[in-house]
């Protein structure tokens, strides 16, 4: 089975300030690879999904994430954070074949002004 | 567009207790998901549905845990009887499957939060 390790249960960053949030994943065939993020008492939301295609993928809200083979990581990024995006970020993968996701431990993440 | 909707959305209950959740997906979604979500935890799931066949329960604990989703649309999560570990929020999430298709994303409902006294 996949596994997503996110590393920093918790990121703290100045409003303004880059966001890095990170994902590994556990697989010898790239997998589908998704970020979603959780505001309070709400589902989850999808960020962006990258599936094979290009590499960089960009999603909703300025992030966007690079899927790198060669480090099996697929980091979100956001260049300068805003104190909207206080929020809670899952890492999820899913194979190729089978439409299960498994879902990393999460980070939340705070916005200082 | 509506998304997916989930009721109640929070549920207090004592322990031993029956308690029953309610899932509607996104029209047209033939794939249903029931994921369990414990605090500071990322979702795990419990049972998806491909139309109204259970094509993987394997999460689901079968003793205590029910699901159905008759006529492929609604689906209902039970849990009888509820114990204290339980308490946790359940969410509900739907896609559309193509025949050969790649996958697909998942659209979450804002979940069904479960304290169990």
């Known amino acids: 089975a996949q596994s997503v390790t996110q590393l920093g249960s918790h990121v703290s960053v100045s409003e303004g300030a880059l966001v890095l949030l990170r994902c590994n994943y556990s697989?010898?065939?790239?997998?589908?690879l998704f970020w979603y993020v959780q505001y309070p008492n709400q589902g989850l939301q999808l960020l962006l999904k990258?599936?094979?295609?290009?590499?960089l993928v960009k999603g909703i809200n300025g992030f966007e994430a690079e899927f790198k083979k060669s480090e099996t990581s697929f980091h979100l990024t956001k260049p300068s954070a805003h104190m909207s995006d206080a929020a809670e970020y899952f890492c999820?993968?899913?194979?190729?074949?089978?439409?299960?996701?498994?879902f990393g431990t999460g980070t939340s993440l705070t916005v200082i002004p | 567009e509506a998304g997916v909707v989930q009721s109640p959305r929070y549920k207090i209950i004592e322990k031993k207790q029956p308690v029953a959740f309610w899932c509607n997906p996104i029209?047209?979604?033939?794939?249903l998901y029931w994921y369990r979500q414990n605090l500071g935890q990322g979702p795990e799931l419990l049972i998806r549905?491909?139309?109204?066949?259970?094509?993987?329960d394997s999460q689901l604990p079968k003793d205590r845990f029910s699901a159905e989703r008759l006529k492929g649309v609604d689906s209902t999560l039970k849990i009888q009887p509820a114990e204290l570990g339980d308490s946790a929020v359940y969410l509900c999430?739907?896609?559309?499957?193509?025949?050969?298709?790649?996958?697909?994303?998942?659209?979450f409902g804002p979940g069904t939060r479960l304290l169990v006294l």
């Open positions: 029209s047209g979604h033939n794939t």
């Open positions: 990258y599936t094979s295609a290009a590499t």
């Open positions: 999430a739907s896609s559309l499957i193509e025949t050969g298709g790649g996958q697909e994303t998942q659209y």
């Open positions: 549905y491909e139309n109204e066949e259970a094509v993987d």
């Open positions: 999820a993968v899913s194979e190729i074949t089978g439409n299960q996701f498994y």
């Open positions: 697989s010898s065939v790239p997998p589908y």
